[in-house]
């Protein structure tokens, strides 16, 4: 039986609040609205203090805009979807790691299929993540790569930087080979960020050991040269890491 999933609508028009939550509560009884705002400063009050594991978020606000919000929150852990009647910002809620962006108006059923793929994902998810701590044998420097006919040992501290491949992951090591993983970039995420790897776009994670320096917190330098340009959306986080490496 899947948990309640708790989630906060951000949106300024009430017949949309009421359209969202009638949709919820007939196909979707174990997501949980914890809250509803129209406005930048309650939303992003709201959001820190209720730790949501999904948001619904219109863009334009009476106020601001959604990226008002997302640009001065602390954490990110949730996932968004954006419900908006401005198709212009479907580029920029890939910035913001977006996993779905709905223009209006829009038929039910489009928000189904989307939840019913969230749902699905997450619980892949779970199910993919016993699987990795049942066979890892390895200490935090070791881990198990899938590349789809084999698991193979990587030491961590030989991977340079992940990249997103579609839905797949490429692993560069420092020996300038890389191996392909059949699991996607979010997955490794989630794993490898306690492990000393940070999420600098969308498509890249990094590998902190091999940060050579940060401009401007704009893109980090690696030692290898590369330059991998940070995301407005994860800028907080890379100034948290500055202060802990300071």
Do not use: W
Request: with cysteine; net charge neutral.
């Amino acid at each position: 039986m899947m948990n309640s999933i708790s989630s906060i609508i951000v949106e300024d028009e009430k017949d949309a609040q009421e359209f969202l939550v009638a949709i919820l509560k007939k196909d979707f009884p174990n997501i949980s609205v914890e809250g509803m705002y129209d406005n930048v400063k309650d939303a992003a009050k709201n959001i820190q203090a209720k730790e949501p594991e999904l948001i619904f978020m219109d863009i334009e606000l009476i106020d601001g805009n959604a990226f008002d919000i997302l640009d001065n929150l602390q954490n990110h852990n949730f996932e968004i979807i954006f419900i908006s009647a401005h198709s212009e910002y479907i580029e920029k809620s890939l910035d913001y790691h977006a996993f779905n962006y709905i223009t209006k108006p829009f038929e039910p059923h489009r928000l189904y299929v989307i939840l019913q793929r969230y749902i699905k994902l997450k619980e892949r998810l779970f199910s993919k993540q016993k699987y990795v701590l049942l066979r890892e044998f390895m200490s935090d420097s070791k881990l198990f790569l899938n590349t789809g006919n084999e698991h193979m040992v990587i030491d961590l501290k030989d991977v340079m930087k992940c990249v997103a491949d579609g839905n797949y992951c490429r692993f560069h090591m420092i020996q300038k080979n890389a191996y392909l993983s059949s699991e996607s970039l979010k997955y490794y995420e989630q794993l490898l960020e306690p492990k000393g790897f940070f999420r600098a776009n969308r498509s890249t994670l990094v590998n902190i050991r091999h940060i050579h320096s940060i401009y401007k917190k704009e893109a980090i330098i690696l030692s290898n040269k590369e330059r991998i340009r940070v995301s407005v959306r994860t800028r907080p986080q890379l100034t948290e890491l500055i202060k802990s490496f300071t």
